[in-house]
């Protein structure tokens, strides 16, 4: 069993930074940030392997978003630049041991989940 906590969270203006923080409990093989904004449906951002570090971006957050591990923390970081109002929602923390489907950006694919973090964003 893995527990995750995120912090980080808050209210930025559009071009702020925000840093979220995922600090895990037992042992993963990837861990991974989501988000999920009202009425839609839970999107996966990034995602990175704990043990060999290579990461796995979506479009639309690739160059300004960075996603990073410290094995020493067993914590997980999502770094945003250039915020937007459209990147309002709430961002979960998930994580993954099994490798079998390997799909990094897909939230069926992870089996434990933070209780997630609210990002705000205001023009």
């Known amino acids: 069993q893995v527990q995750l906590v995120e912090s980080g969270g808050g209210s930025v203006q559009a071009g702020e930074s925000l840093r979220l923080s995922c600090l895990a409990s037992g042992y993963t093989n990837y861990m991974g940030w989501f988000r999920q904004a009202p009425g839609k449906e839970r999107e996966g951002l990034a995602s990175i392997s704990t043990k060999i570090g290579g990461t796995y971006y979506t479009d639309s957050v690739k160059g300004r978003f960075t996603i990073s591990h410290d094995n020493l923390k067993n914590t997980v970081y999502l770094q945003m630049n250039g915020l937007k109002p459209d990147d309002t929602a709430m961002y979960y923390c998930?994580?993954?041991?099994?490798?079998?489907?390997?799909?990094?950006?897909?939230?069926?694919?992870?089996?434990?989940w933070g209780q997630g973090a609210q990002v705000t964003v205001s023009s």
């Open positions: 998930a994580a993954n041991w099994l490798t079998v489907g390997f799909d990094p950006l897909s939230a069926t694919w992870y089996e434990y």
